[in-house]
């Protein structure tokens, strides 16, 4: 009956951000595709942090090197292919997502969330001191790729409403995927080793691989979001891969609860809904949002993911005492 609840909860969800483009708002409508992107790249952090146990501050480089590659690789004054352009800058935040790794998996704990950092960092000055990137002004995207095949066009990424559905299609693509990932043998492993990876080992696990494998995977994904920013605003620049970047992404994480691919969802929806009703209420913003954050963590151990299950668990407690 769990399981009958979650997937009508879920199907729910979809059929409500499915209705969006219906209110015909302009700005809700650009505002919920920002929060889906982030909600993808939320997930791809949460493959590491929530399942595997590898807490990343420099996700955010990923995300970045997939929304450069995808203004780098398209000409100027022409729309560039989204079947070219698509796979090659998700593949490139793939790319350096394993070289990365090979370097900092050899560390553990506050180490390796401080080498994570420093090669985020290390990225994000590549673009903005280089003239690669564009230095601090970035780089436009002056047309939006096109989804043309042998003439015929599926659907129009100009389009509001096209690109809306093609980045919820994407997100459905990508929890699908996560969920079967995780269901599967390789992602038991990587539970096992966020339980405890010295047991992994001496079953015969090398999980230096299995967390490789993760690492560049969850890069990948990362670029997915990447790649679906840079379309929807047109624009990169060097702050996507900054570490403030990174440490929101983790705050989303944190705020639906880790380990749980429908709470980082919804942990994007609530930390971009704060940032615009907070935004439009003070000037001293941020200050009311860290306060609130803080006391999301003391208060709701878990996440919002975790809400439902402390609730039936008060009912059934009321209850028995009756």
């Not at 705050?251 to 969802?265: F, K, Q, S």
Request: glycine share 12%; aromatic share 14%.
């Amino acid at each position: 009956m769990s399981s009958l609840n979650s997937t009508i909860f879920k199907l729910a969800g979809l059929a409500l951000l499915a209705c969006v483009p219906l209110t015909g708002e302009s700005f809700y409508v650009e505002l919920a595709a920002k929060t889906l992107v982030l909600a993808i790249f939320a997930m791809s952090l949460d493959l590491l942090v929530g399942f595997t146990g590898l807490v990343s501050f420099g996700h955010a480089a990923y995300f970045g090197v997939a929304a450069y590659s995808v203004a780098l690789l398209s000409p100027k004054y022409e729309a560039a292919s989204l079947w070219y352009v698509l796979p090659a800058s998700v593949g490139l935040s793939a790319l350096a997502a394993l070289v990365v790794g090979l370097f900092v998996l050899r560390t553990k704990g506050i180490y390796f969330i401080m080498v994570t950092l420093a090669f985020a960092q290390l990225a994000f000055f590549v673009f903005h001191d280089t003239p690669l990137g564009g230095g601090s002004d970035g780089i436009y995207l002056n047309v939006k790729p096109t989804a043309a095949i042998a003439g015929w066009v599926p659907f129009d990424l100009d389009n509001a409403t096209h690109l809306y559905y093609f980045i919820l299609g994407a997100l459905v693509v990508v929890y699908a995927f996560l969920a079967r990932i995780l269901q599967s043998p390789f992602g038991r492993v990587l539970v096992g080793i966020k339980s405890n990876e010295h047991r992994m080992q001496s079953m015969g696990y090398l999980t230096f691989r299995y967390k490789l494998a993760a690492f560049a995977l969850a890069g990948g994904l990362g670029g997915v979001a990447g790649f679906l920013y840079a379309v929807v605003f047109g624009f990169v620049t060097p702050e996507l891969l900054s570490w403030h970047q990174s440490g929101n992404v983790l705050l989303m994480v944190i705020l639906g609860g880790m380990g749980n691919l429908v709470g980082a969802i919804a942990g994007a929806f609530v930390f971009t809904g704060m940032q615009e009703v907070f935004g439009n209420w003070t000037k001293h913003w941020q200050l009311v949002m860290g306060c609130v954050i803080v006391a999301a963590v003391l208060f709701m151990p878990g996440g919002l993911s975790a809400v439902p299950g402390r609730i039936k668990r008060a009912l059934q407690g009321g209850g028995s005492n009756e």
